[in-house]
T-cell receptor, first 118, second 115 residues
Framework: GAVVSQHPSWVICKSGTSVKIECRSL??????MFWYRQFPKQSLMLMAT?????????EQGVEKDKFLINHASLTLSTLTVTSAHPEDSSFYIC??????????????FGPGTRLTVL | AQSVAQPEDQVNVAEGNPLTVKCTYS??????LFWYVQYPNRGLQFLLK??????LVKGSYGFEAEFNKSQTSFHLKKPSALVSDSALYFC?????????????FGAGTRLFVKA
């Protein structure tokens, strides 16, 4: 099956700093990538959808200036949390779709990145 | 608007017994339906999906789900639960008529299988 990786798997940062999370599709071209946020014991909340080479589409209530998403290539999308604050601490999960994934109506999920802002 | 309801926060079952995790959905058109499993501090793993065809869908690890259009349900089932099935399960829906891959997830149901 298709593999999606995320880096780092966990990160701790100081309040006010920026953190970049990478999402890579390892064995397929991801024309579309999604970024989700998951709070403890809660469901996934879609933050934004990004298509390769285009600006990301953000869900209502998600600050696009705070959560910068770049999808510059068919195998890489990045989420940058700018000026992070403790309330940004969460589990961030990406997913990707493209190629055969589109044919099979699937999206493949990364393992997630746990962000802790002190 | 799309929505997914998982009415049970938690399901407890003894090992070897059958399990059911409930899911109902609401979409304006015809749905694509999915089940995912999540283990602690991990991403989501795909279990099964309903796209079209047979209402009974068989997936990974012995799980199956039945699409019931009249009841707008897609309950996840397994004939004999294992302790290793203990995890968080998410039902998800996508409206095929709107296109794209925007998927809405239910709140999740935590399954505990006791030995």
């Amino acid at each position: 099956g298709a593999v999606v990786s995320q880096h780092p798997s966990w990160v701790i940062c100081k309040s006010g700093t920026s953190v970049k999370i990478e999402c890579r599709s390892l064995d397929f071209q991801a024309t579309t990538m999604f970024w989700y946020r998951q709070f403890p014991k809660q469901s996934l909340m879609l933050m934004a959808t990004s298509n390769e080479g285009s600006k990301a589409t953000y869900e209502q209530g998600v600050e696009k200036d705070k959560f910068l998403i770049n999808h510059a290539s068919l195998t890489l999308s990045t989420l940058t949390v700018t000026s992070a604050h403790p309330e940004d601490s969460s589990f961030y999960i990406c997913s990707a779709s493209g190629g055969l994934a589109v044919t099979y109506n699937e999206q493949f999920f990364g393992p997630g990145t746990r962000l802790t802002v002190l | 608007a799309q929505s997914v309801a998982q009415p049970e926060d938690q399901v407890n079952v003894a090992e070897g017994n059958p399990l059911t995790v409930k899911c109902t959905y609401s979409v304006s058109g015809n749905p694509y339906l999915f089940w995912y499993v999540q283990y602690p501090n991990r991403g989501l793993q795909f279990l099964l999906k309903y796209i079209t065809g047979d209402n009974l869908v068989k997936g990974s690890y012995g799980f199956e789900a039945e699409f019931n259009k009249s009841q707008t349900s897609f309950h996840l089932k397994k004939p004999s639960a294992l302790v290793s099935d203990s995890a968080l399960y998410f039902c998800a829906v996508r409206d095929r008529n709107t296109g794209g891959f925007k998927t809405i997830f239910g709140a999740g149901t935590r399954l505990f299988v006791k030995a």
